[in-house]
């Protein structure tokens, strides 16, 4: 009875968070952990509607674009818009030279644009004895070579640390007529490891950022040289900030401060420029489109009132032919949505149409484990066995075969999940990722959650006085 006290009184406390996260639409932030997440219901495409954008190589149409630089400048793209929180995109190759993109929930297209097309060029550049204003277009060695100067060796990142002083913000406020100056660059962003956004003492958004071990050699030659100078940090060459050199930086890591004015989305846009760099392939916009969601809103309605029906059916069956079993498993079943719906927010995992056909497909799976567990409990009381007993054998005998037909339906799952993620078919893997976690929930509360409100209720009765509570 112990354990079956503790089995309910996590049934229970799963219960209670499952309807809450179901019911409730919020952002949690743990700093400690980094954790800062939207508890809301994501919508692909299909649903909600959004943006979709046909690029093709901007290159000489006789020129022949290879396909692996293609595919390069697929994955960057997925990667890009998948760091700014779009949630499922489509970016799939069409044809020998075009990439489309479908950015489901995403209204500003400018944006968008910017941020797949933009070219993440980052240098370290030596300012000499005088600050460049925040802002300022500059011209440097990687443009023109100058004669003279220390050859560049690779490399990456970032710019002030704790050693440096505060920097500007990072987006202009006043246009500034580019100088005819070349600055020397001291570093690029090629040995650039990690960056990432972050908040700082004072809640302030800036971009942490690490160099390899070759990155952080050269940086720090030049900041043991070059005490009191300024050294600023160039984007795509804009300057976004120029701090002056304290001391030595010699540990490979530090941070771009955004100033006041900006936010944390401008420093995960700037993350996530510098993490994924270059294209490949360099792109022009050939077609872009606002899909609106209005027949994504009658999608839904329609899911919702078939997935009513269709559960309102299945429980009606369940306590018919299985009587109070049937009621018990109902009330599995009912627990069985909650969790999958929350685990579904949690994650998130992105509903699209396929995905819901994929959730409504594990239902069934859930269903089927009770019919085999209850046909099995069925046999039992029939050979005279007890009804604690019969619970027990019609579990472990229905098992092995709850058991197989799961596995089996995960390992088709996987391979729908794999299929999709290496040919940007990403509807094939909503579907299989929604049926994966019907399916474990479904596990869950056939096997464990159904035992224990069967041993709870039915322990102390009879089978033999309320045989037809049973159905049989």
Same mark, same amino acid.
């Given at each position: 009875?112990?354990?079956?006290? @503790? ?27 980094? %954790? ?10 299909? =649903?909600? $509607?959004?943006?979709?954008? =046909? ?12 396909? #692996? ?7 960057? +793209? ?49 300012? $000499? ?8 277009? +500059? ?19 970032? /710019? ?10 990072? %987006?202009?406020?006043?246009?500034? /007529? ?73 540990? #490979? ?29 360099? =792109? ?25 029906? $269709? ?59 009770? %019919? @085999? ?7 039992? =009381? ?36 794999? *299929? ?22 479904? @596990? *869950? ?28």
């Amino acid at each position: 009875m112990r354990n079956r006290n @503790l089995w309910l009184a996590l049934i229970g406390v799963l219960a209670v968070l499952a309807v809450g996260v179901d019911f409730t639409e919020t952002r949690i932030e743990i700093p400690i952990l980094g %954790i800062r997440r939207e508890i809301r219901t994501v919508l692909g495409l299909d =649903l909600q $509607g959004g943006i979709q954008i =046909l690029l093709e190589a901007d290159v000489p149409p006789n020129q022949p674009v290879d396909r #692996g630089n293609l595919e390069d400048t697929r994955r960057i +793209i997925e990667n890009r818009v998948n760091a700014l929180g779009v949630s499922e995109p489509v970016v799939q190759i069409a044809g020998t030279r075009r990439i489309v993109v479908e950015l489901p929930g995403v209204t500003n297209l400018e944006q968008a644009v910017n941020t797949i097309k933009q070219t993440g060029l980052l240098e370290f550049v030596d300012a $000499g004895a005088t600050p460049l204003p925040e802002g300022t277009t +500059i011209r440097t060695t990687l443009d023109v070579p100058i004669t003279g100067t220390a050859p560049l060796t690779a490399t990456p990142a970032l /710019t002030p640390t704790p050693a440096l002083t505060e920097t500007a913000p990072l %987006i202009p406020t006043t246009p500034v /007529t580019p100088t005819e100056r070349v600055y020397r660059t001291i570093m690029t962003g090629r040995n650039l490891r990690s960056a990432r956004p972050e908040l700082g003492q004072f809640r302030q958004p800036q971009v942490a950022f690490t160099l390899d071990p070759e990155g952080t050699r050269i940086f720090a030659e030049y900041t043991r040289q070059n005490v009191g100078r300024y050294l600023c940090i160039v984007l795509d060459k804009k300057v976004v900030s120029c701090p002056v050199i304290r001391s030595p930086i010699t540990q #490979g890591s530090g941070v771009i401060e955004m100033g006041q004015g900006s936010t944390l989305a401008d420093a995960e846009a700037l993350a996530v420029t510098l993490r994924y760099g270059a294209l490949p392939v360099p =792109l022009k916009i050939v077609d872009t489109r606002n899909i609106g969601p209005t027949l994504g809103r009658e999608s839904i309605h329609r899911s919702v009132v078939a997935g009513i029906i $269709g559960f309102a059916t299945v429980a009606l069956f369940m306590i018919l032919y299985y009587r109070l079993p049937g009621v018990l498993a109902v009330l599995a079943l009912s627990l069985y949505a909650a969790l999958v719906f929350a685990v579904f927010k949690l994650l998130p995992v992105t509903l699209t149409l396929p995905g819901i056909a994929g959730f409504v497909l594990s239902i069934g799976m859930a269903v089927d484990a009770n %019919i @085999l567990i209850f046909e099995r409990l069925k046999e039992e =009381l029939r050979a005279g066995r007890g009804l604690a007993a019969a619970i027990d054998y019609g579990f472990e005998r229905a098992w092995p075969s709850i058991r197989d037909s799961n596995i089996s339906t995960l390992i088709t799952c996987a391979i729908l999940y794999i *299929f999709g993620l290496n040919f940007g078919a990403s509807m094939v893997r909503g579907f299989a990722l929604t049926l994966a976690i019907g399916v474990a929930a479904s @596990l *869950f509360t056939g096997i464990w959650v159904t035992r224990a409100f069967l041993h709870t209720l039915l322990d102390r009765l009879s089978a033999e006085a309320h045989a037809r509570w049973f159905g049989i």
